[in-house]
């Protein structure tokens, strides 16, 4: 399957990927970033996988939505008949449920099922047995229980079960998977048509309190259903995506674990779920991120896990062949131990937005933010890893050293704007300090742009996040310069790519990538704050109509073989839908761009 082909159903603490054949190729249980119990999208059917189609039929001929839900339903028509599977993730109870219903819509249609369990990664071979009318597969501290009115046939050797059966038309047959500890007593029965009922009412009464009204309606709700399905409900966590290593070039190397929450990527989420008026999950993620970075300020990690745990080693697990061979596959993040600066910038952005929109005040956040604040007067002159997290030497990054300016800036606005204490004066010299050093050592002339890092010519698509940051008035030359020189040099056809990749000298990586989704949208929030709102609105189509059929993208583009890349479905990208379509909508909430204090 290509990427795209994938469709994605949670329960807002997992979710799992659904193929257009009809297979469940990644579910990772009980949370997002614990061991896959289904990981074929890395290594095949071997890695375990849950099929249930019509026999001898490959993808389906339709698939879609029910409506504002996370309820997928995958249909099969041919002139024999006509057959649907409902599939979903009913929200969390005493344990996880993936429920397919197999619906017969006409004719008559023989299907198969295959259902194979391989726990941590494909790596555990399950033991099966049936225990009270269901087919319960064990293995360590891992149990699943199937349950379902048609008689299974477990194949013992081969440790996968199969059934066969036909349905006709109005014949609903439930299947029902339910995960639990295998130390405990065998779950209780879900109810697979009541869950349904309940699994589209919650979606649906979710996405009613959204306030977008614009022209964009539909994506906007399918990308806020995809962010709030990517939040871990127990603690406003946020997973930048829920698979790892989909590459970002097909069979390259550059495959990343993203089930964590990034403050960056969740910053930009808070920006969105406000935007859409969703200011409870905002205050959720805001309250998660003063718990996470609470410490000491030099300890700042750019990721956290779901419950704010700073470990996230990386390893590899090697049985797995990855994503059509994409090696190596890589489970944890090392970018998590790196020093990105940006990151105070987008906490200090992050929480005078929520101050700006007026969510519920939490007494913490600003003595975080003092404490942060002290720690990057001595700290913003170093280079950083950067927000592309690259492995190569540090540098100083201009979008770092513009993320600097930011969290002084927002400092001196709570002071001004907000009545909170603190040496604004001492901040306001900084800010002025910070800026002088960006424009001088940041900016080529000869080319009216910024440069990606100082001493450097190269771009960087972060620099399209300039306007919207404030750090020079929109009329600036050198914004508009900048603009055009991204537009320029790392457009291909229409699509953004971070940087010039591939040679290792930024990033330490070899080997290119594909375009990079929210830089994109990035360059269409530029045109449109520029007032080049045509130019904007045309990117921004084309960039929607490279969304999956069921409205969903990665996290990068292939503009040439025309496919998804990388991790999928995008946290980043779907973020980027809803404040790209906000900020054509001229929502008076999108603050930004409002001048240039501390500097020319
Ligand atoms: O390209 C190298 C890096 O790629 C990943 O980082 C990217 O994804 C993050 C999560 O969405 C995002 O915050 C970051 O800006 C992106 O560059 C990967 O996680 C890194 O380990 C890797 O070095």
């Keep these: 399957m290509r990427i795209e082909d994938y469709a994605l159903v949670g329960d807002m603490h997992t979710a799992a990927l659904v193929g257009r054949d009809g297979s469940v190729d990644w579910l990772c249980l ?14 095949g059917p071997r890695a375990g996988r849950w099929l249930l189609a019509p026999a001898g039929r490959e993808t389906c001929t339709g698939r879609r939505y029910r409506g504002d839900t996370l309820v997928l339903e995958t249909t099969w028509d041919s002139p024999d008949g006509c057959v649907r599977v409902v599939d979903f993730m009913p929200a969390r109870g005493e344990a996880p449920d993936l429920v397919r219903v197999v619906e017969g819509v006409r004719g008559r249609v023989e299907m198969r099922t295959e259902l194979t369990l391989r726990f941590d990664y494909g790596r555990v071979v399950p033991w099966l047995r049936h225990e009270g009318g269901r087919l319960a597969v064990v293995a360590g501290p891992d149990a699943a229980w199937l349950q379902c009115p048609i008689p299974l046939c477990p194949d013992k050797k081969a440790h996968r079960t199969t059934a066969a059966f036909t349905v006709s038309a109005g014949d609903r047959v439930p299947f029902v998977l339910t995960w639990r500890e295998s130390w405990l007593p065998r779950p209780d029965r879900t109810d697979a048509e009541e869950s349904l009922t309940a699994t589209e009412r919650m979606w649906t009464h979710w996405l009613s309190d959204c306030r977008y009204d614009g022209e964009y309606g539909e994506a906007v709700r399918r990308s806020l259903l995809t962010l709030k399905a990517l939040t871990y409900a127990p603690t406003g966590g946020l997973v930048a995506a829920p698979t790892t290593s989909l590459p970002e070039r097909p069979g390259g190397t550059r495959n990343w674990d993203y089930r964590y929450s990034w403050l960056r990527d969740a910053t930009f989420t808070l920006q969105a779920l406000m935007h859409a008026g ?5 205050t959720a993620w805001r309250d998660w991120l003063l718990r996470a970075v609470a410490g000491e300020p030099a300890d700042l990690q750019t990721m956290y896990t779901l419950d704010g745990g700073r470990r996230i080693p990386e390893w590899n697990p090697d049985w797995l062949a990855g994503y059509e061979g994409a090696q190596p596959v890589r489970i944890g993040n090392a970018a998590s131990a790196q020093f990105q600066l940006d990151v105070y910038g987008e906490i200090m952005d992050c929480l005078e937005l929520a101050r700006d929109a007026g969510l519920r005040p939490n007494d913490d956040a600003w003595d ?8 990057l007067e001595g700290a913003w002159r170093k280079p950083d890893n950067g927000l592309w997290e690259t492995r190569g030497p540090r540098r100083d990054f201009v979008h770092s050293k513009v993320l600097a300016w930011v969290a002084a800036d927002r400092m001196i606005s709570a002071v001004e704007n907000h009545g909170r204490e603190g040496p604004a004066d001492r901040w306001r010299a900084l800010r002025e300090e910070i800026h002088r050093d960006v424009c001088a050592r940041g900016y080529d002339p000869g080319r009216n742009t910024f440069t990606q890092y100082y001493g450097s010519t190269g771009l960087d698509a972060a620099l399209l996040l300039i306007p919207r940051l404030g750090f020079l008035p929109l009329d600036d030359p050198r914004v508009a310069g900048t603009v055009d020189a991204v537009r320029r040099e790392l457009c291909e056809d229409g699509f953004v790519h971070r940087y010039r990749s591939g040679t290792g000298d930024v990033d330490g990586l070899i080997g290119g990538e594909g375009a990079f989704l929210a830089c994109s949208f990035w360059l269409a929030d530029a045109l449109a704050l520029l007032g080049r709102r045509e130019e904007a609105r045309e990117l ?4 929607l109509a490279v969304r999956n059929d069921v409205g969903l993208l990665a996290e990068e583009y292939d503009a040439v073989h025309h496919r998804q890349l990388g991790n999928f479905p995008q946290a980043y990208s779907h973020v980027s839908i809803v404040n790209t379509a906000v900020a054509l909508a001229g929502d008076s909430r999108t603050r930004r761009a409002r001048g240039h204090p501390g500097g020319s």
């Design 30 to 43: 009980p949370r997002f970033d614990s061991g896959a119990c289904f990981a074929a999208l890395l290594d």
């Design 278 to 282: 969703y200011d409870d999950e905002a």
């Design 368 to 375: 975080l933010q003092l404490v942060l604040m002290d720690y």
């Design 540 to 543: 921004f189509d084309r960039l």
